[in-house]
């Protein structure tokens, strides 16, 4: 079936710092990745849609000089977030959708726990 | 706008016990709806899907059927075991392909 990595599993970093998380899929091109914020009550807040060679379409609210998107290839999108704050602590997932999918072709990555302190 | 409305928990059942997580969704036209479970420590996974009007998407024992006259895609499991423990996620595809997603639902299954 169709994977999804991402890494790291889990991040520490300082505040002030930048961190990157990286997100592939494995067995399959995707043309498009999500990016997803989830809270510590579970709900989860779609930050982003990255789009291979373009710029990231960012929902409402997301500060996209903080949360930088970059999806260079059909396999590998990335999350840096700039200039952490321990309020940017949180667990990102990614996922990823099958090209020429629908809605139901989208692949789900393990989840990156950041901390920031 | 569009948006699912499903059960708050957290659920807590006892094993073998009956389960309903009741889901119900606003949008426009006719949208894919999902089920995604997390398990704990774990990434989101699909459980089950069903794109049009009275489909009946079912998996690993659950079932959902899409109801459209009532906007709503119940989860149900005739009995539950304790590893079904996790937390249950309602959601439909928008008119652009993205996902719509519930709060969540948190199911605790006790021996």
């Known amino acids: 079936g169709a994977v999804v990595s991402q890494h790291p599993s889990w991040v520490i970093c300082k505040s002030g710092t930048s961190v990157k998380i990286e997100c592939r899929s494995l067995?399959?091109?995707?043309?498009?990745m999500f990016w997803y914020r989830q809270f510590p009550k579970q709900s989860l807040m779609l930050m982003a849609t990255s789009n291979e060679g373009s710029k990231a379409t960012y929902e409402q609210g997301v500060e996209k000089d903080k949360f930088l998107i970059n999806h260079a290839s059909l396999t590998l999108s990335t999350l840096t977030v700039t200039s952490a704050h321990p309020e940017d602590s949180s667990f990102y997932i990614c996922?990823?959708?099958?090209?020429?999918?629908?809605?139901?072709?989208?692949?789900f990555g393990p989840g990156t726990r950041l901390t920031v302190t | 706008g569009n948006s699912v409305t499903q059960m708050e928990g957290p659920v807590t059942l006892s094993e073998e016990a009956f389960l309903t997580i009741n889901c119900t969704y606003t949008a426009t036209g006719y949208p894919s709806l999902f089920w995604y479970v997390q398990y704990p420590g774990e990434g989101l996974q699909l459980l089950l899907k069903?794109?049009?009007a009275d489909d009946k998407g079912s998996n690993k024992g659950f079932e959902a059927t899409y109801r459209k006259e009532t906007t709503s895609f119940h989860l149900e499991k005739g009995s539950v075991q304790v590893s079904d423990s996790a937390v249950y996620f309602c959601?439909?595809?928008?008119?652009?392909?993205?996902?719509?997603w519930g709060a969540g639902t948190k199911l605790i299954i006790k021996p």
């Open positions: 996922s990823a959708r099958v090209r020429g999918g629908t809605a139901y072709e989208q692949y």
């Open positions: 067995d399959f091109q995707a043309t498009t």
């Open positions: 069903a794109t049009k």
């Open positions: 959601a439909f595809s928008d008119s652009n392909y993205q996902l719509i």
